[in-house]
């Protein structure tokens, strides 16, 4: 029988090299120096908002499809998280002079917005398993450069906490390995192949280098 804990820990020893890319990307440091305008910068909430209220719908789908699983309870929790980070963004955006209108009306790159769109289908096609295996690999970089990013903002921007609240929120997750881990064996006790495990969390890590790239694409291109 494969053991969840084995699994991921092999998973991450495989992706450690983009693992670590990501929680070293240049952009938060260019954040940290001061070098991206404001202009720029709102690349990130204008991208945020349209990946939030997509995956609103993606996570909403996936509670609907396993509401009578082991995994509901969690996808709950993430859903929840989900639409309490939507206030903090829009008080991020709002001290770029960004309204919701704005935010509505920002047209994201496709690089940037990929992310959401594995999102979807993975809450279309992927079992219960295979999404929080890959967000619990992807989890750790998100939140770690989110609080890269927070710190940034307040020391050479002025952000205030409430206009970082949707990155702290992240970036102080607690922790959930042990109900993942628990999700991912019940997944495997049902005969799910582990190859299919390793590539949702190797597409999820490959989709926030992605967004990441584009963030840093927006601040030279502006």
Known sequence: MIDAARLVQSV???LRKIDDYIREHPYPDALMRGEVSAEALRAFPGHQYHIITSDLRSLALLVQRFGDAPSRDFLMGILDGERQ????????AGKLGMSEED??????SAEGFAYTTFMAWQALYAS???????ILVNFAAWGHNCGRM??????SY??????????DAFANMPPFEEVALAI???????????????RSARLFQAYELMFWDAMAAAAKAA
């Open 85 to 92: 980070g939507l206030d903090g963004l829009l008080a991020m």
């Open 12 to 14: 991450r020893e495989d």
């Open 150 to 155: 927070s710190a940034a903002l307040q020391q």
């Open 184 to 198: 991912i064996q019940d997944g495997l006790d049902r005969g799910e192949q582990p190859a299919r495990l390793r």
């Open 128 to 134: 219960a398993a295979e999404f929080v295996i890959g």
């Open 103 to 108: 935010l509505k009306d920002y047209e994201v």
């Open 158 to 167: 002025g952000f205030t906490d409430e206009e970082t609240a949707f990155l």
